[in-house]
T-cell receptor, first 109, second 117 residues
Framework: QKEVEQNSGPLSVPEGAIASLNCTYSDRVSQSFFWYRQYSGKSPELIMS????GDKEDGRFTAQLNKASQYVSLLIRDSQPSDSATYLCAVTGNNDMRFGAGTRLTVKP | EAGVAQSPRYKIIEKRQSVAFWCNPI?????LYWYQQILGQGPKLLIQ????????DSQLPKDRFSAERLKGVDSTLKIQPAKLEDSAVYLC???????????????FGAGTRLSVL
């Protein structure tokens, strides 16, 4: 069974802090990795995509991928209350996309 | 650019009834996906279409679920008969790229929230 595991949280950080979200996956042939943000009652929206080992930065967001450890993370710098949402890790490979259950993040003012 | 359109937004039915959901992808997007998201879980891929052909439907419960994309644009997902455990949000997504094998970026619709009583 191919699994994508995330800490369900909730993760609570103060405004301005760095939020660190983690994800592990079991299928070694996974090729593409995504982070989606989902506000309560809304559909997922893409935050970051990463395809090769290392770091990828986009504004306040940094995705990190380590295929040897089967690990992908998302760092949110200068966290804002508007970042409060559930963050979904998604992994694709071989025409299959699997999502983790998501980590609920709360940023407190 | 208009987003992925889905209807209805909400549906309440009794168990053993039938229900259908409709999706119109972003213009020009060849690949269309249907997901089921149960409360507290991540989305689960039910079926993937490339134009009007099925690429993957391995997680679609075919005894009660069916989906079609006859002209390679709009798609419908049907449940017949519905069970209590089908209560979920049904999300449609589309991507320009040729599917998940090439890391296609997906754009999601607002979803249809189904409650089966």
């Amino acid at each position: 069974q191919k699994e994508v595991e995330q800490n369900s949280g909730p993760l609570s950080v103060p405004e301005g802090a760095i939020a660190s979200l983690n994800c592990t996956y079991s299928d070694r042939v996974s090729q593409s990795f995504f982070w989606y943000r989902q506000y309560s009652g809304k559909s997922p929206e893409l935050i970051m995509s990463i395809y090769s080992n290392g770091d990828k930065e986009d504004g306040r967001f940094t995705a990190q991928l380590n295929k040897a450890s089967q690990y992908v993370s998302l760092l949110i710098r200068d966290s804002q209350p508007s970042d409060s949402a559930t963050y979904l890790c998604a992994v694709t490979g071989n025409n299959d996309m699997r999502f983790g259950a998501g980590t609920r993040l709360t940023v407190k003012p | 650019e208009a987003g992925v359109a889905q209807s209805p937004r909400y549906k309440i039915i009794e168990k053993r009834q039938s229900v259908a959901f409709w999706c119109n992808p972003i213009s020009g997007h060849a690949t269309l996906y249907w997901y089921q998201q149960i409360l507290g879980q991540g989305p689960k891929l039910l079926i993937q279409f490339q134009n009007n052909g099925v690429v993957d439907d391995s997680q679609l419960p075919k005894d009660r679920f069916s989906a079609e994309r006859l002209k390679g644009v709009d798609s419908t997902l049907k449940i017949q008969p519905a069970k209590l455990e089908d209560s979920a949000v049904y999300l449609c997504a589309s991507s320009r790229d040729r599917g998940l094998s090439v890391g296609g970026i997906q754009y999601f619709g607002a979803g249809t929230r189904l409650s089966v009583l």
